[in-house]
Structures are given as structure tokens and as C-alpha cells.
């Protein structure tokens, strides 16, 4: 009843990100960039752009536990209590 999944179980898919578009930002770079310490000043981006593919990743998640994989018993268990036998399939 255990099953570990894996990436052989998934289909070749991908992600898309999405980015809210914000006001621009003034930050000092004192304390924050090594050798830096002006203001460093970025613009909105515009709308459609095209972001370095190098510049985003994602990481895994999991980690190829196995898990419970149980039949929907539920179900049957009330039907039998309500009944007093197994379902017919009719």
C-alpha cells in the first residue's frame, strides 16, 4: 500500500512565473552589496518582459518518500452498515 513517487511518474511539464509589477525603488547600498556604497536605483519593469532564463530557478520539493495509497473504503463501509451486505453493481 506504500508508494514512492519519483520524477519517472511525472510527465515533462514546466512552470510559469508571474511578477507583479511594483514602483520603483531606491535602496543605499551601504551595508548590503560588498564594494558598493551608493544608492542603487531600479525602474518598473515593462510589461511583457522577458526576464534571463539564468536568473530563476526552482528547486525540488519532496524528497521520494513513500506514502499511503488506500482504495476509497469509506464509502463501502457505510453503504455495507446502512445495507447489511456488499453493494450490488446494478
Known amino acids: ?7 519517472a511518474h511525472i ?3 514546466n512552470h510559469t512565473t508571474t511578477m507583479n509589477l511594483g514602483g520603483t525603488a531606491e535602496e543605499s547600498g551601504a551595508g548590503h552589496f560588498i564594494g ?3 544608492t542603487i536605483f531600479a525602474e518598473d519593469a515593462q510589461s511583457g518582459s522577458t526576464l534571463n532564463a539564468g536568473a530563476i530557478s526552482s528547486a525540488n520539493t519532496g524528497g521520494g518518500q513513500a506514502f499511503n495509497n488506500r482504495n476509497p473504503f469509506l464509502g463501502i463501509y457505510v453503504s455495507i452498515a446502512l445495507t ?3 453493494p450490488s453493481r446494478n
Do not use: K, M
Open 11 to 13: 510527465p515533462a511539464h
Open 84 to 86: 447489511g451486505i456488499f
Open 36 to 38: 558598493s556604497s551608493g
Open 1 to 7: 500500500e506504500n508508494i514512492a513517487l519519483n520524477t
